[in-house]
C-alpha cells in the first residue's frame, strides 16, 4: 500500500517522499487508519518495523486538523531511553518539517536548563524518558494537562527498566480524555496488565508471530570457547570484511574491555552503555554511522532505540539473560525492509540460554563450528555470574549501604549491651528512577 492511500495530509505526504519512502510497512498499513479515527491501540511491532513513522504521521495530522490558538504540549511520547528519545524526536521534525509544530526531546544527562527554556517558548510535541520527565514535573517547567495523545513506545523495555512507577506517576497529571497508544515488541503478562488500565476499547495489532525475528535476518551461531571469543570476533571482522559491526555484551565493564581489545587488534572500536555521558554517547554512535568507528560495543540498555540505516551485522558476544532481548538485539538490523546478519558466540556456559532463546522462538538457529575455533570437548560447564542489572544498580547500591549501617549500630549495640534500634527512613524515594535516569 502506498503512504497516499492511507489519507495522509499532503504536507506530510511531501516530507515522506523527500525521504524516498513510498511504500508503507504493515505496521503503518494497519495503525495510521486508526490512529487517525481516534482509537487506542495496543500494537505489537518488533524495531525496524516503522513503527515511529506508524504513530508519528497520524498524531501530527491530528495536531494539523485540530489546531489550537495558544500553543501548548498536546501529543506526549515516553520512551525507555536517550537514544530512542533522540530518533522519535528526529522523525517528528522530519517528518512535521513543513508543518508549523514544534517537537522537544528530554532526558537525563543533560542540562535541564536548555531543556526548560525550549518548554517556555512553546512547543506542541513532547518526547521524553520517563525520568527526566519527572523532575520537570516537579520543578512544575512542563504542563501535560492538555495532552490529547499518549504514547508509550517500547513499552515492554520501560517495564524491564523498572519505569512503571514512574509511568503510573505521569498518567496522574494527565488528562482523563486522551487517546492512548502503546507499542511493544513483545506482550507479557504486566503489558497486559498495563494495556488494561491505560486503554479504553483498544484495537490490538500484531504484525508478526509473537517472538520472532525478522524475515530477513540470517542468524547463525558460532560455538567457541569463552576465552577465545575476542580472538574469533577478530578474526571473523578482519577474514569477512565486516565494516559496520553493532556487538553485545552483557555488562558496561565487558563492552569496555573487549572495546579496548578490538582496538588493540586494530579494529577502531568503541563503547556505548550508561556509565558513558550523554556526549561521549553521542559522539560514539555518530562515528559509527558515519563509519568512522568499524565496531560499537554495546550494552542492552544503552542499544535500545539505536537506528542504524543498512547495519549489516549484528553479534551477540555474549547471550543476553532474559531470551526477549535476543529479538530486541538481533532486530537492530534488517530493518525497513533490509537484509541482516546475527551472529551468536556461544560457550558451554550459555548452551541453557541458548536453549531458552530457541524455545521462546519456536525454532533452532544454524549451528556452524569455524575452523581453528572447534570447543575444547573438555571445558565443563560453569555458572554464569548474574550480577544486578543495570537498572538496579542504584537501588542495590543504596541496600548495601542500608545493611552496612544496619550491621555497625548492631554491632554498636551489641558492645553497649543493648538490642539495636531499626534504621530511621528519612523520606529519600527509593526507586529505581534517579538511577535509571543516568543509564537510559
Known sequence: MLFNQLGLSAELLRAIDEKGYRHATPIQQQAIPLILKGRDILAGAQTGTGKTAGFALPMLQHLQTSRTNRRSVRALVLTPTR????????????????????????FGGVSINTQIAKLRKGVDVVVATPGRLLDHLQQQTIDLSKIEILVLDEADRMLDMGFI?????????????????????????????????????????????????????????H???????????????????????????????????????LTADGIDSAAIHGNKSQGARTKALKDFKAGKTRVLVATDIAARGLDIDRLPHVVNYELPHVPEDYLHRIGRTA????????????????????????????????????????????IKSEPIQIGQPQRQNGQAKRTRNAAHKSGARKNSARKKGRSAAPPRHR??????????????
Open 83 to 106: 537514544e530512542l528519545a533522540a530518533q522519535v524526536g528526529e522523525s517528528f521534525r522530519d517528518y512535521g518539517r513543513y508543518l508549523p509544530f514544534k517537537t522537544a526531546v528530554i
Open 335 to 378: 530493518r525497513a525492509g533490509q537484509e541482516g546478519h546475527a551472529v551468536s558466540l556461544v560457550c558451554i556456559d550459555e548452551h541453557k540460554l541458548l536453549n531458552d532463546i530457541e524455545r521462546m522462538m519456536k525454532c533452532e538457529i544454524e549451528k556452524e563450528v569455524i575452523p581453528g575455533y572447534e570447543p575444547d570437548p573438555r
Open 165 to 221: 512507577r514512574d509511568i503510573k506517576k505521569v498518567l496522574k497529571v494527565l488528562p482523563a480524555k486522551r487517546q492512548n497508544l502503546l507499542f511493544s515488541a513483545t506482550f507479557s503478562k504486566e503489558i497486559r496488565s498495563l494495556a488494561n488500565n491505560l486503554l479504553n476499547a483498544p484495537i490490538e495489532i500484531q504484525v508478526a508471530a509473537r517472538n520472532t525475528p525478522a524475515d530477513r535476518i540470517k542468524q547463525v551461531v
Open 223 to 261: 560455538p567457541v570457547d569463552k576465552r577465545r571469543k575476542r580472538e574469533m570476533l577478530s578474526h571473523r571482522i578482519g577474514k569477512q570484511n565486516w565494516q559496520q559491526v553493532l556487538v553485545f555484551t552483557r555488562t558496561k565493564h565487558g563492552a569496555n574491555r573487549l572495546a579496548g581489545q
Open 427 to 440: 523520606g529519600k524515594r527509593n526507586d529505581s528512577s534517579s538511577h535509571q535516569r543516568r543509564a537510559g
